[in-house]
């Protein structure tokens, strides 16, 4: 997925502000459902962050076209691991490797990614 910087994404010193970049990373994933159709949440549940690591290689800049890849490293019953990578022109500026649980809203517990879901998380 592309991603224009814009004025309103960087700091005073024109520099990609450092929570960006999860937000760039999130829309991407986000953006799988909704050509699928749907957002990443039902009347079931939705996906919560449960663990991070990121790694901020270089910075992005004020007018940049960033490309952000996404790829799962693990799939289980009520979670998945991804990573995913910004770039500009080749260039790896930020890497993400994600664990995001499957939560019941009701119950605020665990609960298995419905199959449909499943079904588009197969698009990264």
């Known amino acids: 997925m592309q991603i224009q910087v814009y004025y309103e994404d960087t700091d005073s010193t024109g520099l990609v502000y450092h929570a960006n970049y999860l937000k760039f990373c999130e829309r991407a994933r986000s953006v799988v459902f909704f050509k699928a159709g749907c ?3 039902n009347n079931q549940g939705g996906f919560v962050v449960k663990d ?3 790694d901020f290689i270089a910075p992005a800049l004020l ?3 960033l490309q952000v890849s996404t790829q799962i490293l693990e799939l289980k019953k ?3 691991s991804l990573q995913q990578e910004i770039f500009r022109q080749g ?3 930020f890497d993400l490797q994600i664990k995001l649980a499957f ?3 009701t119950h605020k517990k665990p609960a298995p ?3 449909n ?3 588009i998380l197969h698009g990264f």
């Open 39 to 41: 957002t990443p949440q």
């Open 103 to 105: 939560i019941d809203l």
């Open 52 to 54: 991070l690591q990121a």
């Open 78 to 80: 009520a979670s998945l």
């Open 117 to 119: 879901f499943l079904e």
């Open 63 to 65: 007018g940049d076209c």
């Open 113 to 115: 990614i419905p199959q």
């Open 91 to 93: 260039q790896k500026l």
